[in-house]
C-alpha cells in the first residue's frame, strides 16, 4: 500500500467533494455565457483592460474562481483582500500554473462575499499563499483537465493525445490546437475530476517568476477603487465623537449647534457615540467641533501607561500557565556558572494604515449596500447585518482595495463597518463614515503593550544552557489550559537547545482595546528571546553567532533555520572588518524562517541604521519580486516599532494623535536592506509579517555592540545612546 504525501492528501480531499463544474467556469444555465462586467457589485476588477464579454462570478457554486470568455480572455477571482501585500497577482499565478493558460490574458478580480462559494472569506496571519496553495493550484488543474476531455471529444481522439499549452489545448498528433475560449462552453458541461494530479516544481512557468503585478496598472492610472473612492449616487459623510476614555460611553449630548454648520444634515447617537452627518467631510468635522457631549468617562479615567505597566509588574509575581518546560529551570540556575536577570518591556502600537478607516452603508429598508476596506469580507457582512437587523445574504458588500490593513482591518477590528451600518440605519442615504487620523489612532485595537522577566545562565565552558521568560500581557482573546498562544509567539518556540527551558505567561488585563498587529506575539517576544540570548552570550564570552550555530546544530530539524543564518552572516560579512564606527547585530526569527544582520552607527547618540541583511526561507516562492516587497516593508515597519513607535495613555486618554508625535521610519531613515531569498521546496508559507520582528532584535544586538549598553524598553529613542 503506498502512503499518500500530506499535501497528496489535501488534494484528494479537496478534488473528492462534491465540487460543481460550474464552479470553474462561471456558467450559467451548465453554459459559458457572455454577460456585460457589472460596474459595482461584484468585486475590485484588476489587471488588463475588460474584454467586452465574460462568465460572471456564480452564486452558491463551491470552488469559483476560473472564468473563461469566448474571447481567450481570463478572469480569476480572488478571495484575498488586496491591502498592498499581492495576493492578486500571486493567486492568480498558482491558479494559471495549473490552468496552463496565457499569462497575458489573465485578469483578477476581488471576488463578492460569496460563502457559499468560497466559504469563510478572510485575510489575516500571512495566510493568503499558504491556505490557497492546494486549493487554487488543484482547482486550475481540474479546470485544465475538463478543457483538454472537451477538445479531446471534439477531436474524437484520447485525451492522452491532447496537452494543455498557453492558452490552447494540442492534438499531438496533428499539431491542431483548440482554444479555451473555443472549449469553454463544452468544458463546462462536463464532471469536475475527482482527482489530479498537481505539477512538480520542476514544471513550474508561472510560479517562481517575477510578473508584474496585476494590479499596479489600475493603481497607477487611478482606477483602483479603495474605500475612500467609494462614492454611491446620493451618498453623505459621517464623522464619529466617540468617549476619549476607553470603556466611557455618552451621558447626553447636543447637537442643535452643530446643525447650523453649512452641509450638516444630521446629528444622531450610535453605540460607539455621536455622528455628524454632511454633504462634506469638512462640513462633518467642522459640526463636530461644535457638539456638545457629556461623557461618563467609567473607571477607565484613572488608567495610565505607567499604571498599566505596575499591574503587569504585580501581576508577574503570580503564577502564570506554563507554555513551554523542559529539564528543571530552578536546578539550572542553581548550577549555572553565572547566570543574569533582565526586565523587558514593549509599549501598546497603533497601526497607522495610510488610509484610515472608513466604510460606506447603504440601508434600504430590506437589503443593503456597503463598500468596505476589509481584511475579513465575511465577518463585515456579518457585522453590518446584525446591526441593520437584516439576513446577511441581505448585504452585499463590495470589497475595495485597502490602504494598509497590518491587521486593524481584520475578524474583530470592524468598529468602523458597524458606525457606518448604525448610521446609515438613521439616515435615508448611502452613507460614509470617515475617521480622521486623530480617531484612527486614539480609537484604535491595539499591540498589546508586553513585560517579560527574563533570567539565565551559562554553563561552566559558557555555553547558554538555562533560559527562563515570565511574560505578561493583555490576551489575544484565545486562552488555553492558562496561556495565550499568541501571547508568547516568538519565545516559546526559542529554536536554541539549551537543557532547561521554561516559558509562562499570565494575562494582563486593562481597558485599552488590543488585537493583532503584523507579527502578533513575534514582534515583541523575537525583540525579548533573543535580546536576552545575546545577554546569555556576552555573559558567557561567546560569539552571538557561532552560539547560535552550536545551539542549532544539536536538532536535525532545524537545519533550514542553521542555514539562513549561515546565508545571512557570510552575505553581511559578520565578524569582518567595518568601516569606522560601525557595528553588527544579528537575529533570528524560528517562525517563518529568517535570519538578520543589522550594520549600525551611533554618532553624537544618534542612532543610524546603515543596512540590513535578510535571509528568507518561505518555502517555495510564489513570486520573488513581491516577496522582496514584503521583506522591505516588514523591515521598515519593524524599524519605525523599534526606533519610534509608543501609544502612551494619561488619564485613560491616549496621548498621540498624528504622525508629529507618532512617527514612522522616513526616507532618510530607511537602510540598505539587502534580501537574499533561500531556495526551497517546502510549501510556502506567510511572508508579509515575519521580517518585523527580526530586525527589532538586529538593531538592538547591534546597539549593544556598538555601546556595551542593553536596551530593554522600546522605543529606542527613550533611551540615551550617547
Not at 12 to 24: E, H, L, M, P, V
Not at 125 to 136: D, E, I, Y
Not at 611 to 619: E, I, L, N, Y
Request: charged residues 20%; positive net charge; contains cysteine.
Amino acid at each position: 500500500m503506498t502512503t499518500k504525501t500530506t499535501e497528496q492528501a489535501a488534494i484528494d480531499s479537496a478534488t473528492t467533494a462534491n465540487i460543481s463544474r460550474r464552479g470553474f467556469f462561471g456558467v450559467a444555465g451548465g453554459l459559458i455565457l457572455g454577460f456585460a462586467l457589472p460596474k459595482s457589485g461584484s468585486g475590485q476588477q484588476i489587471g488588463i483592460p475588460p474584454p467586452t464579454i465574460f462568465a460572471p462570478p456564480p452564486t452558491g457554486k463551491p470552488m469559483s474562481y476560473i472564468h473563461i470568455a469566448p474571447d481567450d480572455s481570463i478572469t480569476f477571482w480572488i478571495t484575498k483582500s488586496e491591502m498592498g501585500q499581492g495576493p492578486t497577482t500571486a493567486c492568480s499565478q498558482m491558479l494559471a500554473e495549473e490552468l496552463e493558460c496565457d499569462w497575458s490574458k489573465v485578469r483578477a478580480q476581488i471576488a463578492p462575499v460569496d460563502p457559499a462559494s468560497f466559504g469563510h472569506q478572510t485575510t489575516v496571519g500571512s495566510q493568503a499563499v499558504r491556505t490557497t496553495w492546494v486549493p487554487l493550484r488543484t482547482a486550475g488543474a481540474q479546470a485544465r483537465e475538463m478543457l483538454i476531455q472537451a477538445a479531446a471529444q471534439r477531436w474524437n481522439v484520447p485525451a492522452t493525445q491532447c496537452k494543455a499549452e498557453n492558452g490552447y489545448v494540442v492534438n499531438t498528433s496533428t499539431n491542431a490546437k483548440l482554444s479555451y475560449g473555443n472549449l469553454a462552453e463544452d468544458a463546462g458541461k462536463l464532471p469536475v475530476p475527482a482527482s489530479v494530479k498537481l505539477k512538480d516544481p520542476s514544471e513550474f512557468k508561472i510560479i517562481g517568476k517575477a510578473v508584474k503585478r496585476l494590479d499596479t496598472r489600475a493603481k497607477v492610472n487611478g482606477q483602483a477603487e479603495f474605500g475612500l473612492d467609494a462614492r454611491p449616487a446620493g451618498m453623505l459623510y459621517a464623522v464619529m465623537e466617540r468617549c476619549p476614555v476607553f470603556g466611557g460611553k455618552v451621558a447626553s449630548f447636543d447637537g442643535s449647534k452643530a446643525k447650523t454648520v453649512a452641509g450638516v444634515k444630521d446629528v444622531v447617537a450610535t453605540s460607539r457615540g455621536v455622528a455628524v452627518v454632511a454633504n462634506n467631510t469638512w462640513a462633518a468635522m467642522q459640526g463636530r467641533k461644535l457638539l456638545t457631549v457629556q461623557w461618563d468617562e467609567g473607571a477607565g479615567a484613572t488608567v495610565s501607561s505607567a499604571s498599566i505597566r505596575q499591574m503587569f509588574v504585580d501581576r508577574t509575581k503570580e503564577p502564570g500557565g506554563i507554555a513551554r518546560k523542559e529539564g528543571d529551570v530552578a536546578a539550572g540556575l542553581a548550577k549555572a556558572a553565572k547566570k543574569i536577570d533582565a526586565v523587558y518591556d514593549v509599549p501598546y502600537l497603533a497601526h497607522a494604515p495610510m488610509e484610515p478607516q472608513n466604510c460606506t452603508v447603504h440601508f434600504k429598508g430590506d437589503s443593503a449596500e456597503a463598500w468596505a476596506p476589509t481584511q475579513s469580507p465575511t465577518t463585515t457582512r456579518a457585522v453590518i447585518a446584525q446591526a441593520l437587523g437584516l439576513a446577511p445574504e441581505k448585504v452585499n458588500v463590495h470589497v475595495t482595495f485597502i490602504g494598509g490593513g497590518f491587521g486593524r482591518r481584520g475578524e474583530g477590528e470592524l468598529d468602523f463597518a458597524l458606525d457606518a451600518a448604525e448610521v446609515a440605519k438613521q439616515v435615508s442615504a448611502p452613507v460614509k463614515v470617515v475617521y480622521s487620523r486623530e480617531d484612527d489612532m486614539q480609537h484604535d485595537y491595539y499591540r498589546p503593550a508586553a513585560y517579560a522577566e527574563l533570567a539565565g545562565g551559562v554553563d561552566a565552558e559558557g555555553w547558554p544552557s538555562v533560559f527562563q521568560a515570565k511574560l505578561c500581557c493583555p490576551s489575544f482573546g484565545q486562552i488555553r489550559d492558562g496561556v495565550d498562544n499568541t501571547g508568547v509567539a516568538g519565545i516559546a518556540n526559542i529554536p536554541y537547545a539549551m537543557p532547561d527551558i521554561l516559558v509562562d505567561w499570565r494575562e494582563g488585563k486593562t481597558i485599552v482595546p488590543v488585537s493583532y498587529w503584523r507579527a502578533p506575539g513575534n514582534n515583541q517576544n523575537v525583540y525579548f528571546g533573543e535580546c536576552f540570548f545575546d545577554e546569555l552570550c556576552a555573559l558567557g564570552g561567546k560569539d552571538p553567532l557561532e552560539a547560535r550555530r552550536r545551539l542549532l546544530t544539536k536538532d536535525p530539524k532545524n537545519a533550514r533555520m542553521l542555514n539562513v543564518l549561515n546565508i545571512a552572516a557570510e552575505r553581511a560579512g559578520y565578524g569582518k572588518k567595518l568601516p569606522a564606527g560601525h557595528f553588527h547585530g544579528i537575529a533570528l526569527h524560528a517562525g517563518a524562517i529568517n535570519a538578520q544582520v543589522a550594520e549600525i552607527s551611533i554618532t553624537k547618540g544618534k542612532l543610524k541604521v546603515h543596512k540590513v541583511t535578510c535571509a528568507f526561507d518561505c518555502g517555495i516562492v510564489i513570486n520573488p519580486g513581491i516577496l522582496r516587497q514584503q521583506v522591505e516593508g516588514a523591515i521598515v515597519f519593524g524599524l519605525a516599532a523599534a526606533m519610534k513607535g509608543e501609544i502612551t495613555l494619561e488619564k485613560g486618554r491616549v496621548v498621540q494623535g498624528n504622525f508629529h508625535n507618532y512617527d514612522v521610519t522616513r526616507m532618510d531613515e530607511s537602510p540598505v536592506i539587502d534580501t537574499i531569498i533561500v531556495d526551497s521546496k517546502e510549501s510556502p508559507v506567510g511572508a508579509g509579517e515575519s521580517c518585523n520582528p527580526t530586525v527589532l532584535a538586529a538593531v538592538v544586538n547591534a546597539i549593544y555592540a556598538a555601546t556595551k549598553k542593553r536596551v530593554r524598553k522600546l522605543p529606542i529613542r527613550t533611551m540615551n545612546l550617547a
